[in-house]
């Protein structure tokens, strides 16, 4: 197994624009992400495909019928890759960890591509490809490059539409068993790789921007609050956290095991968690969506959705619990409804996977994931309270 790096990946999901990408070595690196819509065919099953990647992380990823459907929301990066380099525009995932192009834009090989001869294939609920693996310069934003690193191009992809492939941030673990001939190896990941060759002392993401070098302190206000990876299975095998979450001052989930993930779109809590929310809150469950809705007069009375991490409190104002009413249309929902992003997860709390907080949490705060404490981190930033929708 490759050793764990002395690295730090962040992730910032807020609503800004990237800044200029610096160019100084160790200091923070930062490559522009952008949040993408699918809605090719003029509208999304948001659920569907979220659902689908719940049970895929749930099962480890490697399954052996992953149902397909097309990635709903994202967050991309424009990576170079070859010399000269070749952009992708790669999905930045922090729930896998493989990176991997050719779902669109034909993988070109030029003077820095060696072919390993070894099969790859990943499944992830919402997609999956299967490939060779090859080792290759990657180059990210305005300079920074990792050498010789391992890449999967496809020759088979399905429900990657509009996109290449995957930029893998997760931990390096989720890469074991990918390689189809060496099931117990693990690949060095990007982040890992970064470290290693000298190139940063630290790694970060970002909306707007994928850091690279250590966290940015004029993204987030106040401290960044850290908390243990859990040890229990499986939220342990992703960026796996413990935590409650009160609706008001009432506990609706007490406290437990789940993930952060930013390729999960909503917020998913286990099923008891969600009648209570559901109850609270006094929505109902819309037809078309397959999201909880709530009347403007029960939208005047949403209470704040705390999230108890450590001894720290992450609050979800009432305008951070619904979805971007601008985006209703392509989800196939009326234009001047009111949806919550608190969805079911599945299953009743004590599997030891009870929660995702997803891009509709992680938009609303600074992340921090910390490979060497094996710890995540959160910071408020100017746009947690905001009123966005």
Do not use: C
């Amino acid at each position: 197994m490759f050793p764990a790096a002395s690295l730090l990946t962040i992730i910032l999901l807020a609503l800004s624009i990237a800044a200029s990408p610096f160019q100084i070595r160790d200091s923070p690196i930062t490559l522009p992400i952008a949040r993408r819509l699918n809605v090719s065919d003029g509208s999304i099953n948001l659920l569907q495909y979220d659902k689908a990647r719940v049970a895929a992380l749930k099962a480890g990823y490697h399954l052996g019928s992953p149902p397909v459907t097309n990635v709903a929301s994202y967050y991309i990066a424009k990576v170079g890759i070859g010399s000269p380099p070749t952009a992708y525009d790669l999905i930045v995932d922090t729930g896998s960890s493989n990176t991997w192009v050719g779902a669109n834009t034909a993988y070109a090989v030029t003077s820095t591509s060696v072919n390993t001869g070894q099969p790859v294939d990943v499944g992830y609920g919402s997609g999956f490809f299967s490939g060779t693996e090859y080792t290759d310069t990657i180059t990210l934003g305005s300079g920074l490059t990792i050498t010789k690193q391992s890449i999967g191009v496809s020759s088979f992809a399905v429900g990657f539409s509009g996109v290449d492939g995957i930029l893998g941030i997760g931990p390096v673990g989720l890469t074991e068993g990918t390689l189809t001939n060496s099931p117990a190896l693990t690949i060095p990941t990007v982040t890992d790789n970064l470290h290693s060759q000298g190139t940063i002392s630290q790694g970060v993401d970002t909306n707007g921007e994928l850091t690279f070098g250590g966290p940015d302190v004029f993204k987030y206000t106040g401290d960044i609050a850290y908390t243990p990876i859990t040890t229990t299975k499986p939220a342990s095998a992703y960026w796996g956290i413990n935590e409650s979450i009160t609706y008001g001052s009432t506990t609706i989930l007490s406290s437990t095991a789940g993930i952060v993930d930013t390729g999960t779109t909503l917020l998913y809590v286990a099923t008891d968690a969600y009648n209570k929310y559901k109850s609270e809150t006094g929505a109902t469950l819309d037809g078309a969506t397959g999201l909880l809705l709530v009347s403007s007069t029960q939208y005047s009375a949403l209470k704040n959705l705390n999230f108890n991490i450590g001894s720290n409190t992450f609050s979800l104002t009432p305008n951070a619990q619904i979805w971007p009413r601008s985006l209703n249309a392509p989800i196939g929902g009326s234009s001047k409804a009111i949806y919550l992003i608190v969805a079911d997860i599945g299953t009743p709390s004590g599997s030891g996977f009870d929660f995702i907080n997803g891009y509709t949490f992680l938009e609303r705060f600074y992340s921090v994931y910390d490979t060497t404490n094996s710890r995540v981190g959160f910071a408020k930033t100017s746009y947690t309270d905001a009123t966005t929708n």
